[in-house]
Every structure is written in structure tokens, then in C-alpha cells.
């Protein structure tokens, strides 16, 4: 089922710092311009993280600085191969795509700045994230999360068919992706099978979505023009020449699903017949595996491949249909929660009681989280958000806490002011993320190490008073970033010393409340952990309250959290139990 790409402009290089494009065909706008940060908050909370990305391409600093580079090939892609990459400080695997500028066009400088300044933004639980963001003369590296579950395509080729239940797993965390994305007026214009990955080979492992080379931020008032896409999964409306919306996108998801289902393309034979039956929404539906698709979501795929992108659904709307709210869901994925329980609400009002620049020490921690840590909180965030656009709404929260939980509006207010560090009436995935930073998420030596290099952003071992300023701006929630400064800085030198900064998140200060709110919830956990031993120990629990596994005969932790150092002592019968003792290598707040 693999399709031939379009023969239109690729994103394949581009130098970011303020080279110009000069074909408005090939990018939809014709202003030249330099990588903006601006841009970048303004479509999300990312600034925050996207802010050390932007000054390290400004000062120079080296892809090696920070990653060493292996030779395993991950993928390929029009622009070369997609290779392995480490954190040099954690061991950590990240996927990184080289791009070479030696052949690049005019016509795709734009087009580079522009797939870079989205892919910075996004935050969301079904999009890969871009980590990091490095150049040279000769080429350009994007260092991404690395999906090990390969392909969708590639699952899809060891199924050969995907059940209308895997489908409608995959359909559903795919229109998130896309709900999300079009919720911010930005159009993918490249949806095909290679473009989701697994995140691990787990059966039931979350889709992410990658590749924003043709991702385009568009207004809604008008028409996209430029061609860009896979033939066999572009749009009549992208074919037709006359201007087209972000519909492109759901005719594209329309092509994938129908594929999971039957195994094999919609349109087929030469490029000329492919566009043809493409204009005529005319699809091939071979007896034997469409008879097996339930009627519901033959409907869906029909309501999908429509010509007519005013009659096409919108991704708000197929996030409504019956195919996609049908109640029969798959297990979760390995170390996920069930969703919203007594410790996710109490992580979140004793949030709002931490100092502003805890809140910014945890804001920036959120984009560490390695897959595992984001995966014990994940489920949550996706129940609160109803109306599955990829963010917390104040009525959405209200509606979880109110109703579930029987937290006043009062209540509920301060929190969300709290969360929304962005100030946009709207709660990002990677904030609601350092609210469980706390209690729900251990806060180990690499967490603390990463985020202390995100805010040393030119390696002078200290964070300045300028550091703090290029990654939060010149306040963060209300506070200037003087006043910041004085919560950690113990030595008064005007700067923060690697240890001042470890002492700070570890014990707070005494003026810190959050601090001692989590400890009490910690206490709490611990007492319940404790009262429930026997329980544990004679049902074999696979999940504790730090997501530690413990089975009896045996001592096994979270990956995440080193098992020397995890807080944990081992009985007499070898059962793994969980102490009073703060690590010193797993820091809980």
C-alpha cells in the first residue's frame, strides 16, 4: 500500500536564520523571514521550551554539545536518513533527521523555517515532539522523540488488516492529532500510514504524528493553494488547482482508515487513473474484506472520502460520529493510568500553592518526561479534555472536579490560573504535565539535570538572570524574573549554581507551600502503600503509587527511576516496599 509522492516542492533544506523564499507557490506566503518565537507562543505554551532551541541556533551551540550520534538507521525520508541519536547527559535514545542545505531551492527557505516553528509548538499526547533544533553550514538537525514501534505502515504489513476495533484505537488517537492541530488553524497537508509511529512496540502503544514539512498555519478566511501531499492520499479539492482548507486533511485520514480496514489503497492504477477516481470520489470496494467493515464505519470512511469538502466532515465532527465514540475501547497501554483519580486532583490544587519559579522549574521539567513518565498521567488529560482539541478548558475542568469530585468553582478557579501559565484561558498538555511533577511523576537526577541545561542555555554551568529571560520571557506568571531569580539564588551572586539549583527543588525554602502540600500527599501514598502490603504482595499488583513494579521474589522499578536509588528497601521475602526516606537520586516533591 505504499503511494508515490506528489511531484511538488519537498521540504528538503533551508538555512533558518533569515534566508528568503522567493516562490510564494512553494510555501503559501511570500514575507522572508527569520525563525520567530513569537510565532512560536503564540500557537502554544511552548515558548517556554522552544526558547533554548531558538538561542542555541543564535549562539552556535553544537549538535555534539549535547548528543552523541549513532549509525543505526531509524528511518528514510526524502531528506536523508533518520538516525539515533543520545542525550550525552542521560543516555536517553532521540531520533534525528538531518536536512542538507547543498541542494536546496529558493523555493523551500521558507518552507524549512516554517515546518520547524510548528513543530516546536505542538504539544500534544498523539504528536512526536521535537526536542532540539541544530545547524551548520552544510546541513541542519532536528532531534525528535524516538517512536520505537515503527510505522504504522509496518504494522499494517504484519496484519495485513487491522480489526474495526484496532482501526477505530487507531482512527480515534490519529483525529485527536488532527482535532488539535486544526483547532490552531494549522493544515498537516501530508497525512499518510509512514507518517504515524508507534511510540513503542507495546500492541496497544499510542500513535504519534510527524513530519510537518508541509504543515502550514493558515487563515481561515482563505484558500491554501499549494499542492503538497502523497497522490494517493490527496484530496479532490488539493487536485482541482481552485484552492482548497484543512478538510485535506480528513479526506487524507479517510484514505488511512479505509486502508487499516481492507488492506489495500482506495485508488489505484497509473497516476492519471488515481486522480480521476480521486475526482470522482470513486474508490474500489472489493467484496470479500469491505463486506467484513461494520456498517457504522463503512459510514465513517464514506463521510471521509467526500468530494465535497462542504459536506466533508470537519476532525470536530469525526470526533463525533458513532464510529469513533463507540464505547468499546482498548486496554491502556503499558504504565498508563485509568484516567482521573483522588491523587491527580490533590497534584493539581497543591500545584497552585508552589513559588513562580518552581512553576517554571517544573514547566520546563514537563519537557523531559521521558514516554513512560507521560504515559502514568496521559489517560487523565485526556479525559478532562472533552472536547478533545488537545487542551483544558476552565469548563472542562470544572466539569471533571465538579461533578466526579465535588470541588467548588471557587476552588477550581485558582487551580486552572495556576496551570494556565500561558494565559490564554486554556490548559496545554505539557502544563497540566508539571502540575504531576510532584506526586504522581518522580523527579529523578536526569529530570533535574535536563532542566537545569534548558535553563543554562550557554553552558556556563550557572543560570543568569539573561538564561531566565531567553526561556521565559521577561516574567513568568506574574512574577519579573529579578524576583525569580531571588527564590534559588541563596549565594546572592546574581546567578544559580548547579547545586543551588538541586537544593532548591529538592527542599523549596520554608516559604514554599507546595512543596510541603506534596510531601503530605506523598506521606499519604506511602500510608496507603504500606496498609495495602499484604494485598500487594499476595495479588502480585503490577502498578504502584510511583509507577514501581513489585512482585514478590523480585525488585523491579519504573526505568525511569534508578532501582539503587528509588527509595525502596527490600524485605525479607524480597518484596519491594516503599520507604519514608527522600532519595537523593529520585527527588519527590
Avoid at 522567493?22 to 510565532?39: I, N
Avoid at 501530508?190 to 496497544?204: A, G, H, P, Q, R
Avoid at 506568571?477 to 524576583?483: C, I, L, N
Avoid at 507546595?514 to 494485598?535: C, F, G, N, P, V
Wanted: hydrophobic residues 35%.
Amino acid at each position: 500500500v505504499k503511494a508515490p509522492p506528489v511531484s511538488t516542492p519537498t521540504s528538503t533544506a533551508s538555512h533558518l536564520m533569515g534566508q528568503h523564499c522567493s516562490s510564494s507557490d512553494a510555501c503559501d506566503d511570500s514575507e522572508p523571514r527569520s525563525l520567530s518565537l513569537d510565532t512560536i507562543r503564540s500557537l502554544s505554551c511552548r515558548g517556554i521550551a522552544a526558547a533554548p532551541h531558538v538561542q542555541i541556533l543564535r549562539a552556535g551551540r553544537k549538535l555534539s554539545d549535547d548528543y552523541e550520534v549513532e549509525h543505526t538507521v531509524l528511518g528514510q525520508g526524502l531528506c536523508g536518513d533518520v538516525v539515533l541519536a543520545r542525550g550525552r547527559s542521560s543516555g536517553k535514545r532521540f531520533a534525528m533527521k538531518t536536512i542538507g542545505k547543498k541542494h536546496c531551492q529558493e523555493s523551500n527557505k521558507y518552507q524549512l523555517t516554517n515546518e520547524v516553528e510548528i513543530f516546536l509548538a505542538l504539544d500534544h499526547p498523539n504528536i512526536c515532539r521535537l526536542h532540539g533544533v541544530y545547524e551548520t553550514r552544510s546541513k541542519v538537525f532536528l532531534v525528535m522523540e524516538c517512536c520505537e514501534g515503527g510505522e504504522l505502515y509496518s504494522r499494517l504489513q504484519q496484519r495485513g488488516v487491522f480489526s474495526n476495533a484496532d482501526a477505530l484505537e487507531a482512527t480515534r488517537q490519529m483525529l485527536r492529532a488532527v482535532s488539535y492541530l486544526h483547532a490552531r488553524h494549522i493544515a498537516h497537508r501530508d497525512l499518510k500510514l509512514e507518517n504515524f509511529l508507534y511510540e513503542s512496540e507495546d500492541n496497544v502503544a499510542q500513535l504519534k504524528l510527524i513530519d510537518f514539512g508541509f504543515a502550514y498555519q493558515w487563515n481561515p478566511s482563505t484558500l491554501m493553494k499549494a499542492p503538497c501531499g502523497s497522490i494517493s492520499y490527496v484530496s479532490p479539492d488539493v487536485l482541482s488547482g481552485q484552492g482548497y482548507t484543512n478538510k485535506c486533511d480528513l479526506w487524507s485520514l479517510g484514505v488511512i482508515v479505509f486502508i487499516l480496514l481492507v488492506g489495500y489503497m482506495p485508488f489505484s492504477g497509473s497516476e492519471e487513473q488515481q486522480i480521476a477516481c480521486i475526482q470522482a470520489g470513486r474508490y474500489t470496494k472489493k467484496q470479500e474484506p469491505w463486506s467484513k467493515v461494520s456498517n457504522v464505519a463503512q459510514t465513517f470512511v464514506k463521510s471521509l472520502l467526500t468530494v465535497d469538502p462542504e459536506k466533508r466532515l470537519s476532525a470536530e465532527q469525526a470526533l463525533e460520529h458513532p464510529f469513533i465514540k463507540d464505547s468499546n475501547r482498548r486496554p491502556a497501554s503499558k504504565g498508563s493510568n485509568t484516567g482521573v483519580d483522588d491523587d491527580i486532583v490533590d497534584a493539581l490544587r497543591s500545584f497552585k500553592e508552589a513559588t513562580q519559579f518552581r512553576r517554571a522549574c517544573l514547566s520546563v521539567m514537563a519537557w523531559s518526561l521521558t514516554n513512560e513518565e507521560r504515559a502514568q498521567v496521559r489517560d487523565a488529560f485526556i479525559e478532562i479534555d472533552k472536547s478533545r482539541q488537545g487542551t483544558i478548558t476552565m469548563g472542562e475542568l470544572k466539569q471533571v472536579l465538579g461533578q466526579k469530585f465535588e470541588v467548588t468553582d471557587e476552588q477550581i478557579k485558582p487551580i486552572f490560573e495556576a496551570l494556565d501559565t500561558s494565559h490564554n484561558e486554556e490548559i496545554h498538555y505539557s502544563e497540566f504535565l508539571a502540575a504531576m511533577v510532584s506526586t504522581r511523576i518522580a523527579m529523578h537526577d536526569d529530570l533535574l539535570s535536563a532542566t537545569f541545561r534548558r535553563f543554562d542555555i550557554d553552558n556556563s554551568g550557572f543560570i543568569t538572570q539573561d538564561n531566565m529571560r531567553t526561556v521565559l520571557g521577561e516574567s513568568f506568571d506574574g512574577a519579573e524574573v529579578e524576583e525569580l531569580m531571588k527564590e534559588a539564588d541563596v549565594s546572592n551572586d546574581g546567578k544559580i549554581s548547579y547545586e543551588e539549583f538541586i537544593e532548591y527543588m529538592k527542599n523549596g525554602g520554608a516559604k514554599d507551600a507546595h512543596a510541603m502540600a506534596a510531601d503530605k500527599l506523598i506521606e499519604a501514598q506511602i500510608t496507603r502503600s504500606e496498609a495495602s502490603e499484604t494485598d500487594v504482595l499476595a495479588a502480585h499488583r503490577p502498578q504502584g503509587f510511583l509507577g514501581l513494579k513489585a512482585f514478590s521474589g523480585s525488585r523491579q522499578v519504573c526505568p525511569s527511576i534508578p532501582a539503587q536509588a528509588s527509595g525502596l528497601e527490600s524485605t525479607s521475602n524480597g518484596a519491594a516496599v516503599a520507604t519514608h526516606a527522600k532519595s537523593k537520586a529520585c527527588i519527590l516533591l
